[in-house]
């Protein structure tokens, strides 16, 4: 089970100097407001959410904890999926290729992780210990539904001549880019198949992580950059991570009680 992918260390190290980059000098990073508004807190969530992400697996690899292994893979797609955002919104800009080294390194730390995943053990392990229908199930609509609202973004936005690169922009690219990862491993999931079961808790946690992150965000926002706290926007979003945080909740139940 021991994973010898030194990959992810690296990628925690980068995460945190860009993101303290970003803070001291944010004028640098971002000299357009849109760009603070959007990058600058999400420079914090990085440090409070993020990092602790990868670093608390990490640890839990070296003990050859099987939550450990199962966590990071979802750990560094949250990394790269953050960085895809980062990278369009500052698009050919000097950070712009710190951030595509950033993703790059997460992409290929990612796949080491399933590389060294032994799917037939796990899959013999937590069979009837996770939710997998359920769980496969909200992977799927939920990867389907962020997918085809990308799709329909960016045709709007092509139809009304508006620029594609903007900061909110950039999340819906890295929405289409990694939503098909959810729907494939849900519905890989749904069938309780090996790769399914195997990548479940990982894209479980990566979701999990990304609603936590923007409910974060949407509290630091109007602390850090100032304007009115979005209490709407956060219910909302507070609900629909719900449907991500209660299977990830039972697959680490179900996961506890094997280690």
Known sequence: MENKNIIPQIVAVLLCILSLAGLLFQSAF?????????????????????????????????????????????????????????????????????????????????????????????QQQLHGAVPARFAGGVLTVFGLLFFFRGVGQVYSTMINSASLITPEMSVVYAD????????????????????????????????SLLFVGLLVFFALQPVLLGGIFPAVDFGVIAFMGLFFFIPFGQFVKGILRLT
């Open 30 to 122: 971002y000299p357009m407001q849109d760009l603070q508004r959007t990058f600058v807190s999400n420079d914090v969530v990085n440090l409070l959410i993020g990092l602790p992400a990868l670093l608390i697996p990490l640890a839990l690899v070296r003990r050859e904890n099987m939550m450990g292994v199962l966590l990071l893979p979802g750990a560094l797609l949250y990394v790269t999926y953050n960085y895809l955002a980062y990278s369009f919104a500052s698009w050919l800009s000097l950070p712009t290729f710190f951030y595509l080294a950033l993703v790059g390194l997460s992409v290929f730390g990612f796949v080491q992780c399933l590389a060294n995943l032994d799917i037939h053990n796990i």
């Open 176 to 207: 289409m880019l990694i939503t098909p990862l959810w729907i494939l491993g849900g519905l890989a999931l749904w069938r309780r198949g090996a790769w399914g079961t195997a990548m479940g808790t990982g894209l479980l946690f990566q979701a």
